[in-house]
């Protein structure tokens, strides 16, 4: 299974440290953090890979090269902005897959990618993606899925408490996004919460560890939990 890795974004909320810098490549834990993320993948299966890139990424292809342990890295390079259903669309013509399974550059979710496999290809899903079990949605916006995981709304605003949040980890396949507007267009409000017919979109809860950089006090406390992983 090949994997499509996003890491185009600015990362603005992080203010200087990504002013000359690609978000994927701040230092955690003495490595680039996309280091922890491409480590994981390898050791998950991943026999490919494709680099959704932009801003710097001339960066991020002189530290990943043309292969990662191995593994076969392949880019997209953005010439302007597509965000992120466009950047999955056009990495995955430009790789030529049929389906793939999507990361975050910036974010660590640890689950059990075969797991997720399984289940995307026993539920016969168009889309499936990972949610996470959080004390509090607010911040992320709320989940539901029905008893055989089939999703029942994405990304719901104001709802506090206990609750499933999207992972970021998405097994996809590529059919999929044919009918989305050409260019630029956002994976999560233009195709997931509009749950569109005929794609049908499934969920399955994990409860592994997860941390995303977007911001400065989960960087540093990525820098805290991920040092004390690779010493455990």
Known sequence: MKAVIL???????????TKDTPKPLLEVAGKPFIAHVLNRLKSGGIDGLVL???FQWAKLKHYIGDNWDGVPVHYSIETHPLGTGGAIKAAMASASLSEALVFNGDTL????IASLLAFAHKSVAQVCISLRKVDDCSRYGRVTVGANGEMLSFGE?????????????YYLRSHCLHGIKAGSFSLESDFLSLQQPGHPIYGMPFDDYFIDIGIPSDLQRAEVELRAMERS
Do not use: E, H
């Not at 890491?7 to 440290?17: E, I, M, P, S």
């Not at 605003?157 to 980890?169: C, D, P, V």
């Open 7 to 17: 890491c185009g974004g600015l990362g603005t909320r992080l203010g200087n440290l």
């Open 52 to 54: 959704a890139a932009g």
């Open 109 to 112: 979710f640890d689950i059990d």
């Open 157 to 169: 605003k104001g709802y506090k408490g206990a609750g499933l949040i999207n992972g970021g980890i």
